[in-house]
């Protein structure tokens, strides 16, 4: 909410999309209204780009010898995987450091962690679980809130 409210253009546009769908509904918005909100499924993918819920991952082992970027990685050597700072990644990103929710609207990239530029949740067999949960959660939080603030 902090970035949406330090961005009034990304507030508004937001809020239009949201009152847009729901029109004047007083009740609680639910999952099934979420059909259709796209710029909200962005914000919320740009806001985990920048502020992953956690910026180091689990701690893995290799399980070979390999090298990467020109590293020698030995095997059964530790590796923390750093979300934080893939998400603010100027090979991966334009203007990495920007709120920019506007650069998810026509992309394919998803929360799975298929796209290791993107990896809010994790990636491979240590994905978290509760990605889809976790998700819609946000998704119903920030479109009510959005919805009633002014």
């Given amino acids: 909410m902090s970035e949406i409210l330090r961005h009034p253009r990304v507030m508004e546009k937001l809020q239009n999309e949201v009152r847009g769908i729901v029109g004047k509904k007083t009740d609680i918005i639910t999952e099934d209204d979420l059909v259709g909100m796209h710029y909200l499924k962005a914000v919320i993918k740009e806001t985990l780009r920048l502020h992953p819920s956690?910026?180091?991952l689990l701690p893995r082992l290799s399980t070979q010898?390999?090298?990467i970027n020109g590293y020698d990685i030995?095997?059964?050597t530790q590796v923390i995987v750093n979300a934080w700072q893939i998400?603010?990644?100027p090979k991966s990103?334009?203007?990495p450091e920007e709120f920019e929710p506007e650069r998810f609207l026509d992309s394919a990239i998803d929360y799975k962690g298929n796209e290791f530029h993107y990896i809010p949740f994790g990636a491979g067999r240590r994905v978290c679980p509760g990605i889809q949960f976790a998700i819609?959660?946000?998704e119903i939080a920030l479109a009510n809130l959005?919805?009633?603030f002014d």
């Fill in 65 to 67: 010898d390999v090298q």
């Fill in 54 to 56: 956690v910026p180091l």
């Fill in 87 to 89: 998400g603010r990644d």
């Fill in 93 to 95: 990103y334009n203007k």
């Fill in 74 to 76: 030995n095997a059964n």
């Fill in 136 to 138: 819609v959660v946000q």
């Fill in 146 to 148: 959005v919805h009633k």
